[in-house]
């Protein structure tokens, strides 16, 4: 079994069954998107434990035991998370292809400057407490790709929902 | 094809030209536009305010359903294998191993597809769609390195994908010419465009060059770009007896209806091509051949079929922006007053398409020289076509003269903006039909000042910051108003107040649905829960390419025409007992949940109340819109100042682009908030066009090297800058509220805008895109 969004789902039997295909063909959970099937492009970003996975590399009988959530799993259209209604607030997408990927690994990524781990960027790498600098956010979502150039939009609604969560 | 339908464009661009005259020189009133839009002098309603995303809740949560994610009962998978030649014949087709694999349905290839017609290439007729308009497995002849030879059809994706992989051919290949010098060698032949010769001159610009008193003479290439939209191409295909509906992700849902029924010899309403949510298109969602395959599959084996093209095969069957070679020379007066501008070159397209990249039509309207020589000369490759990407034209073309001006402002010493100020045309350089609307000298002018251009140094390298060199570089962004024949827009106005508005165009980014509902709520006077607003859907009415930045325009006078024909409509119903009986529909406007008196506001009555008076539930209008001769009218364009701060490391070559503004002129802005996207959109495709896109072609076999998201480069969140947008704001009075299309400037001027700042920050003119590191170490 796979815990998806707090519910069990049995394993495929077809072991080549990637976590985002079981997702999208097998459940119906078509939120979290393809946009490469080749981990190249982060539209199909899903959290595992709470940390960013790309789910079309990932075979879903890998994952058993283990807790993901996507982006039905966040928010819905009636109920969202603070993340996803500063997206909307500050544009953060166009087409809205590659958004859930976008969101679902915006709160991973916040989840790992909580943790303290380090990027690229990371001026101090001996630090146990970072701060989100627009460049930090930059860098840690580069592999989310978004062709509509929504970028600007995305690292606002990232700064926003920190905010809103900070207070 | 080439042949016979260069023969109808011609001619259809000859016809063009008769008519085009008779209309410059009718009265204004006469034109679709020669009345402004009344929407343009009402300014406290919701056109103009950054309203948020009406289906940003669906977005957000993954909820709005795109292409490839809509259930459909008993549905089987596709998986394509492409050839791996460029030219010949496939000598075998084995694909016995392929059909005895788990879950294998069946194998269709050119030996057991339906026979079908070539699909009706774009632009060959009002309607048609394809990509080209090669034959769909019909044959087994090969025409382009990656074309389609087999569709599988399985169970699961992943039974597809495998047995796709026992499919083998062997190929009996043909003398291909894939080679774009050798192309050249062999002789090109002038382009042509909608018609029209790529081919324009004014006077003796090579006389005039030569007498110049200074001149530059610059050579620039652009490589082949692709559109990558993150959504990968889907569709499903789904006959009911000789029904077929498509689930498609599409930029052009009634084109595409009418181009498929044409290849099965079916009426067009049977098949019927809905696209709700578009996950980006920028001219590559069009008609290719994976819909064609799959309506064509889903018939031989009697299921529903859904094809999902991988990455890789979006790059072999979906084609993108050709290369392009140009030559821009420059001759001025010491003052700077141009007087040659000759732009030409050569690019490389199919015998099978109609697109040859229009990289001179920046130059047609941008500068007022007495002289000119524009010039697109065609060779025809054996490659996949080549198609529209976003501004085709002119996001490569600008580059060319963009970079050219700023080379000999430096020449000259002279400012570049001051430059293009100088040469600012009072009428168009070449039809002299008067502008409808050109703010250019302003844009500059506001964004030079939000800049701070005034402390650009003009002396190349004279800004370090520690191992980075830094510069500033501006160029003109320019891209026309278009509309499109074909729109039209059914009205539904119901008992409670409420307003539909059904119209077959399409969301892919861009806000359609958003922007729309502001413009039908201030039109009919209702608040924006009283509006909503359908689109997506071949059934609908109206013929509306989500393309050339028309889209606006289109809905706009196709909802006009409708609003019209609901008022009369209204009128007639409300009866004497009306306060607005005896008026006529121009004397009358939405306002307040009803029609009102323009000259007396008292004389109101609601929709409702004229609803209920005449008992009935709704009432339902359509109606097309005029066609769009304000274009032969007026010459109509949008314009943008673009201003550029690049860093360059001075040890490793690398280049980033640490400012950006943009300071537009297109009219009224209906959204602030979706069109600052969009402009935003534009520039960062055009960072990618400036440093890092290109389709590598194999030139010794025709195949596309890089086929992937890891090794074709788009900017990711690190490229890109904060980047800052502007605009006049000053209404065009001759556009549908005021609004020229926003989708497509913002790419154009962009790169030359960085290559100017790299100019700038380095003493280096790097004339070969993309401006990768190794050209400035």
Known sequence: MITINGTGVPLPDD????????????????????????????????????????????????YEGRSIVTIEGLGTAGSLHPLQQAFIDHDGFQCGYCTPGQICSAVGMMDEIRRGVPSHVTEDLASTTLTLSRDEARERMSGNLCRCGAHNGIIDAIFDARQEAAE | MSIVNDAKQLAQGLVENVVSTAVALAPDSWIPGGVPDPLIAHRHGHVGKPISRVDGALKVSGAAPFAAEIPVDGVVFASLVYSTIARGRIASLDTRQAEAAPGVIAVMTY???????????????????????????????????????????????????????LVHASYESEAALTDFAEARARGSKTGLFMGHALHDEIGDADAAFGESAVTIDSHFTTPRHNHNAIELHSV????????????????????????????????????????????????????????????????????????????????????????????VALGANAEGALKALIHTGTVAKTARNALPEPFILPARSAYASETMKLDVQTVELDMLSNTFMRAPGESVGTFGLECAMDELAAKLGMDPIELRLRNEPEKDPLSGLPFSSRNLAEAWRSG????????????????????????????????????????????????????????????????????????????????????????????????????????????????????????????????????????SPD????????????????????????????????????????????????????????????????????????????????????????????????????????????TQFDERNGRIMNPSLAEYHVPVHMDVPDIEVMWTDIPDPHAPMGARGIGEIGITGTGAAIANAIYNATGKRVRDLPITLDKLM
């Open chain 1, 15 to 62: 072991l080549r069954v990637t976590l985002l295909d079981l997702l999208r063909d097998g459940l119906n959970l078509s939120g979290t998107k393809k946009g490469c099937n080749q981990g190249a492009c982060g539209a199909c970003t899903v959290l595992v434990d709470g940390e960013r996975v790309i789910s079309c590399l990932a075979l879903a009988v890998q």
């Open chain 2, 111 to 165: 030996q057991n597809a339906p026979r079908m017609k070539s699909p009706p290439a774009f632009l060959s007729a009002p309607k048609a769609a394809g990509g080209d308009d090669a034959p769909v497995m019909q044959d087994d002849k090969v025409r382009w390195n990656g074309e389609p030879i087999a569709v599988v059809l399985a169970h699961s994706q992943e039974q597809a994908d495998h047995a796709k992989s």
């Open chain 2, 448 to 583: 030079a000042e939000r800049f701070g251009w005034s402390r650009r140094k003009p002396t190349p390298r004279a800004t370090r910051d520690g191992e980075w060199l830094v510069g500033v570089g501006c160029a003109t962004a320019t891209y026309p108003y278009y509309r499109m024949p074909g729109g039209a827009a059914r009205i539904t106005l119901s008992a409670d107040g409420h307003a539909t508005v059904e119209i077959a165009a399409h969301e892919m980014g861009m806000g359609t649905a958003t922007a729309h509902t502001q413009v039908v709520a201030d039109r009919l006077g209702l608040p924006l829960d009283a509006v909503t607003f359908l689109y997506g859907d071949s059934t609908m009415p109206g013929v509306v390419l989500a393309g050339g930045s028309q889209q606006t325009a289109s809905i706009g006078a196709s909802v006009t025409a409708a609003h019209r024909a609901l008022v009369a409509r209204l009128i007639e119903i409300a009866g004497n007992d009306s306060p607005l009986a005896g008026l």
């Open chain 2, 587 to 694: 004397q009358v406007g939405g306002r307040d949940a009803g029609l009102s008196h323009l000259e007396e506001p008292g004389r109101h009555e609601t929709y409702a109340s004229i609803l209920s008076r005449s008992r009935r539930e709704s009432i339902t209008v359509e109606a097309n819109a005029p066609d769009p001769l304000e274009t032969m009218h007026w010459s109509m364009h949008s314009h943008g100042a673009m201003f550029c701060e690049v860093r360059v490391n001075t040890i490793t070559g690398e280049p980033r682009v640490s400012r950006f503004l943009g300071s537009f002129d297109c009219g009224r802005i209906l959204n602030p908030k979706t069109a600052t996207s969009q402009f935003r959109g534009g520039i960062i495709m055009g960072l990618g066009l400036a440093l890092m896109e290109e």
């Open chain 2, 236 to 327: 499903t295909a789904n006959w009911t007896g000789d029904k077929l509906r498509l689930h498609d992700a599409s930029q052009l849902v009634a084109h595409t209806s009418w181009s498929i029924a044409q290849m099965f010899g079916m009426p067009e309403e049977n098949v019927v091509v809905t696209s709700p949510f578009v996950g980006g298109g920028f001219g590559g969602k069009c008609l290719w051949q994976h819909q064609i395959l799959a309506a064509a599959a889903a018939r031989l084996v009697n299921r529903p079929v859904r094809l999902t093209l991988s990455r890789e095969g979006v790059y072999r069957m979906v084609g993108g922006r050709t290369l392009t070679e140009q030559r």
